[in-house]
Nanobody
Framework: QMHLRESGGGLVQAGGSLRLSCKAS????????MGWFRQAPGQEREFVAA????????YYAHSVKDRFTISRDNDKNTVYLQMNSLKPEDSAVYYC???????????????????WGQGTQVTVSS
C-alpha cells in the first residue's frame, strides 16, 4: 500500500489554471496505475483521470477531457494533474489514488483503488 500526499490546490478564478501534485512513497510506484478523483459537497466521489504505470496510456472523464492533463514522473514518484480552463463546477476536493495491485490494465474505478491521498481543495470562483 502506498502513502500518497497531494499538493497544489487552492482558489482560482474561472478560466484559470492549477497544477496538482501527488507524491507517493512506500511501494514500487512505477508499476501502478495512478489517478485522480474528486468529490464535491453532497456528491459522490467521481473519476477524473488515470495514467498507466509507464505513462503511455491516459484516460479522462468526459467532463474534463481537453482541459485537464494527467502525467507522471516515475523518477520522482509523482503524478500530476494540470487543470486548465477551470470552471466553477470543477470545485471539489481532489484525491490522488493508486491501483490496488501493480501491473494491471489502465482502468481505475473506486473499487480498484488501493490507496488514497488525504485530498486537496480546489475552488473555482465565477
Amino acid at each position: 500500500q502506498m502513502h500518497l500526499r497531494e499538493s497544489g490546490g487552492g482558489l482560482v478564478q474561472a478560466g484559470g489554471s492549477l497544477r496538482l501534485s501527488c507524491k507517493a512513497s512506500g511501494s514500487t510506484f512505477d508499476t501502478y496505475t495512478m489517478g485522480w478523483f474528486r468529490q464535491a459537497p453532497g456528491q459522490e466521489r467521481e473519476f477524473v483521470a488515470a495514467i498507466g504505470a509507464s505513462g503511455g496510456a491516459m484516460y479522462y472523464a468526459h467532463s474534463v477531457k481537453d482541459r485537464f492533463t494527467i502525467s507522471r514522473d516515475n523518477d520522482k514518484n509523482t503524478v500530476y494533474l494540470q487543470m486548465n480552463s477551470l470552471k466553477p463546477e470543477d470545485s471539489a476536493v481532489y484525491y490522488c489514488a493508486a491501483d490496488r495491485y501493480p501491473d494491471r490494465v489502465v482502468i481505475l474505478t473506486i473499487d480498484r483503488v488501493g490507496s488514497w491521498g488525504q485530498g486537496t481543495q480546489v475552488t473555482v470562483s465565477s
